[in-house]
C-alpha cells in the first residue's frame, strides 16, 4: 500500500517562499508522475505542478515562473519550490501519486499567504 506524507506547509507573508515535501512509501517511487495539486476554499482541485518518471516537468500558467517541482528518487521524495508567494497561492496542498491510471493521494498541507 504506498501512502504519502506531505510537509511544509505554513502561513506566510506575500513574496515570501515555502517547501513542501512528499514522502512515498514503498519501492516504486522512481516509476511514478508525482504532482502537487491544490484546492482553495469554494474551488475545484487544481494541478499546481507534475513530474514524470523521465524528469520532465509541466507547470500551471498562475505557477509558471514561481514554483518548481523537482524529486529525489534515492529519497523517495517529491518537493515543491514555491517562490514569490501571493495570496491567491493560499488553498491546501496535495501531493499526487500517478501510475497506469492509478493515483494516490496525501492528506494534504495548508498553505496561507497572507500580511
Known amino acids: 500500500q504506498v501512502q504519502l506524507v506531505e510537509s511544509g506547509g505554513d502561513m506566510v507573508q506575500p513574496g515570501g517562499s515555502l517547501r513542501l515535501s512528499c514522502k512515498v512509501s514503498g519501492n516504486h517511487f522512481a516509476i511514478f508522475t508525482m504532482g502537487w495539486y491544490r484546492q482553495a476554499p469554494g474551488k475545484e482541485r487544481e494541478m499546481v505542478a507534475r513530474?514524470?518518471?523521465?524528469?520532465?516537468?509541466n507547470y500551471a500558467d498562475s505557477v509558471k515562473g514561481r514554483f518548481t517541482i523537482s524529486r529525489d528518487n534515492t529519497k523517495n521524495t517529491a518537493y515543491l519550490q514555491m517562490n514569490s508567494l501571493k495570496p491567491e497561492d493560499t488553498a491546501v496542498y496535495y501531493c499526487n501519486a500517478h501510475l497506469e491510471g492509478r493515483d494516490v493521494w496525501g492528506q494534504g498541507t495548508q498553505v496561507s499567504v497572507s500580511s
Open positions: 513530474i514524470s518518471r523521465l524528469f520532465s516537468t
